[in-house]
């Protein structure tokens, strides 16, 4: 919406029509235009690649659907000990790995991603059952960004992958990947 008033009043009836940006009428050309470049350039989620590490093929199966849907690319690996090389090969944005798993549990493969020089900052979200043992200290602790409970049926766990990967608040990534992809509300979650 561009508008001469700086009114709270005003802009609270533009948010309620819809209105994703607010400008008053002193904008500068050049701020008018980076702002109409932001809302017409499609989100980047497109582009970005996450991982997800589960013994569990069904699982595996699953969120890689889920996340396609989206727009992102997703590799799977249910084989914890090829980890590190599918994890240079693909270099993803996001990493989604299981606590429980044998050989190597998501817990290592947390440490071991925390203590690279290239991937250190690598967001990771750890998948459990028994979340009511993992306190939220706990889960920065191990090295993890936030912790997801499995099953995995709930719509949420979407919008934190999303915001993760993009670094944004919740409601500004949903509201560009909605004009991009599948609407959550659309989704079937199993």
Known sequence: VLSACEALAERVQAARCGAERYLVNDITPEQLQATLQGLLTPPEAEKSRVMVVDNDAQNCTHIAASLAAWGLQVTT????????????????ALLMVEREMPTFSGIDLCRVVRSDSQYGNLPILIMTRQSHQLSVQQVFELGCDDVICKPIISPEWITRVLCHIEGKRPHQQLSRMRKYSVPVSDFEFH
Do not use: G, I, K, S
């Not at 690996?77 to 993803?92: E, K």
């Open 77 to 92: 690996l249910q084989d914890a000990t090829q980890f590190w090389a599918v994890l240079r090969q693909t270099n993803p």
